[in-house]
């Protein structure tokens, strides 16, 4: 058995698929199915069921698997090491990122990330909040940026910025003409929403306390795949919608003219980075943490909580 072996059945777990596991080892796929072939035999056991499509562990393999896993993330540890003494960041990193945050906070911190660590490679991809978490768990995506808290005793949170919710209103709607609103007297005639599976459609429903589908689907009428496009569909189709706190920064004049804030206790998400216990480059989680809140907007940072709403 040796490490690389380890790394092979690995990869094509996380993967499900021989060709992707054996092009992100950097081998043929005959070699990497070659390697795991010796390895089962070696041990005795069948660690994937070649017949399912995607291939699956056996339930031992399931097992033997998770071992390697650890074995590998100890054995990289010495690399770390070696890392942290010289102070140097290197290597690969994948940051997953949600939709309603990807446009507003990457631009604002990655270039000058990328310039101040030249030797570190990154990578971003956005998804929605329950395959993000599936893919830091499934170790497809290092570093999460998203929405917390999350409830999982595998994964650790480092909360970086509160952010209100703010309605974004049209002239022609009666909000309109006030200058704060109540979330228990909203009156949700015209919301515009997000689609199914974005975390802050949830959200907006919780704030607007719509929580039976049944009332949702008597009284909202609107839903979309982004933020900017229910925006510009209170703009020229009316009503309203609700957006978080960063988007305010890029709007124009006229465009902020039609932003309402909620009274206290004023609802407010939590933005931190995720990532599994065993991950271990801290020190770039660190770097990313300070970079995000050295770019972020000045009344941003260490603003108090409000009223929690958790995504789910």
């Not at 030797?119 to 909040?129: A, G, H, I």
């Not at 960063?246 to 939590?270: A, C, M």
């Not at 995720?274 to 990313?288: C, W």
Request: charged share 25%.
């Amino acid at each position: 058995m040796t490490l690389v072996q380890l790394e092979y059945i690995v990869a094509l777990d996380t993967h499900r698929h021989f060709a992707i596991a054996a092009e992100n080892c950097f081998v043929t796929q005959p070699t990497l199915s070659m390697q795991i072939q010796k390895l089962e035999d070696s041990l005795g056991i069948q660690l994937f069921d070649r017949v399912k499509h995607p291939i699956e562990p056996t339930a031992i393999g399931a097992k033997i698997i998770l071992q390697a896993r650890l074995i590998l993330n100890e054995s990289k540890k010495i690399k770390e090491i070696i890392n942290d003494e010289k102070n140097e960041l290197t290597g690969d990193i994948t940051i997953g990122v949600i939709p309603t945050l990807a446009p507003y906070i990457i631009p604002l911190f990655i270039s000058s990330f990328i310039d101040k660590y030249p030797k570190v490679n990154v990578k971003v991809s956005e998804q929605v909040s329950e395959n993000l978490i599936d893919l830091i768990k499934r170790e497809k995506v290092d570093i999460g940026l998203i929405v917390t808290p999350v409830n999982d005793e595998s994964l650790t949170a480092y909360p970086i910025f509160y952010e209100e919710f703010l309605a974004y209103v049209s002239h022609h709607h009666k909000l309109f003409s006030e200058s704060t609103i109540n979330p228990s007297t909203l009156d949700t005639d015209g919301l515009w929403i997000l689609n199914e599976g974005h975390c802050f459609r949830n959200q907006t429903l919780d704030i607007c306390n719509v929580n039976r589908p049944n009332s949702y689907s008597k009284r909202l009428k609107y839903e979309s795949g982004s933020l900017e496009t229910l925006k510009r569909l209170v703009d020229k189709q009316g009503g309203f919608t609700l957006l978080p706190e960063l988007v305010s920064y890029d709007l124009d004049k006229n465009d902020r003219s039609k932003l309402r804030r909620f009274q206290d206790p004023v609802p407010t998400r939590e933005v931190s980075l995720l990532v599994k216990n065993s991950f271990l480059k801290r020190k770039i989680v660190e770097a990313i943490h300070n970079e995000i809140l050295i770019n972020l907007p000045a009344t941003l940072v260490g603003q108090k909580k409000g009223k929690i709403i958790s995504w789910k």
